[in-house]
């Protein structure tokens, strides 16, 4: 059993780091996570940033570490973005709620705003909720979709029994 099993449950948590490979190796090393799966570099050509439309470029890194991910982001550049708000450093977590428009609602509801939003490779919605001061970081709200679950599903199964081989891979 794994987190994504679980609607609602805390799926991720995502650092921002200055060199991707170097920090996703550094925790291989230290913490026996892998294998990491890269994504990047890549302009979401979706992507809306506090509402207006973001030319951001990153690569992110993601493996798990029993039944929760741990992501990297690395920002290319210095455009505005989520990522250069809380620059270095734990950013946010992740959920996938049952319901992503009723989440998103109560949150909105609780007064807190969209920092970011986008649709992700398998066509689901991501928005991450600027949930300071309340909470040391932001919150990602991931849709619920069966290619969402498959992807990450792949990723944990990557991760069960890895014999430390190969520890950075596409994908």
Do not use: K
């Given at each position: 059993m794994n987190a994504l099993d679980t609607p609602g449950a805390i799926v991720q948590h995502a650092y921002t780091v200055a060199d991707i490979e170097d920090a996703a190796l550094r925790e291989t090393r230290a913490c026996g996570i892998g294998p990491?799966?890269?994504?990047?570099?890549?302009?979401?050509?979706?992507?809306?940033?506090?509402g207006e439309p973001s030319r951001a470029t990153f690569t992110l890194a993601r493996a798990f570490l029993g039944p929760v991910m741990v992501e990297l982001i690395q920002q290319h550049d210095d455009e505005p973005s989520v990522f250069r708000e809380r620059p270095l450093g734990f950013h946010h977590w992740a959920t996938m709620p049952q319901d992503f428009d009723a989440e998103l609602d109560r949150l909105h509801a609780e007064g807190f705003q969209t920092a970011f939003e986008d649709v992700l490779p398998t066509?689901?919605?991501?928005?991450?909720?600027?949930?300071?001061?309340?909470?040391?970081g932001m919150l990602e709200l991931v849709e619920r979709t069966p290619d969402q679950l498959a992807s990450y599903g792949r990723i944990h199964a990557a991760s069960i029994d890895w014999n430390g081989e190969d520890p950075l891979r596409e994908g």
């Amino acid at each position: 059993m794994n987190a994504l099993d679980t609607p609602g449950a805390i799926v991720q948590h995502a650092y921002t780091v200055a060199d991707i490979e170097d920090a996703a190796l550094r925790e291989t090393r230290a913490c026996g996570i892998g294998p990491w799966f890269l994504r990047g570099p890549f302009t979401p050509p979706d992507a809306r940033y506090r509402g207006e439309p973001s030319r951001a470029t990153f690569t992110l890194a993601r493996a798990f570490l029993g039944p929760v991910m741990v992501e990297l982001i690395q920002q290319h550049d210095d455009e505005p973005s989520v990522f250069r708000e809380r620059p270095l450093g734990f950013h946010h977590w992740a959920t996938m709620p049952q319901d992503f428009d009723a989440e998103l609602d109560r949150l909105h509801a609780e007064g807190f705003q969209t920092a970011f939003e986008d649709v992700l490779p398998t066509g689901a919605r991501v928005t991450y909720v600027d949930t300071q001061p309340s909470l040391p970081g932001m919150l990602e709200l991931v849709e619920r979709t069966p290619d969402q679950l498959a992807s990450y599903g792949r990723i944990h199964a990557a991760s069960i029994d890895w014999n430390g081989e190969d520890p950075l891979r596409e994908g």
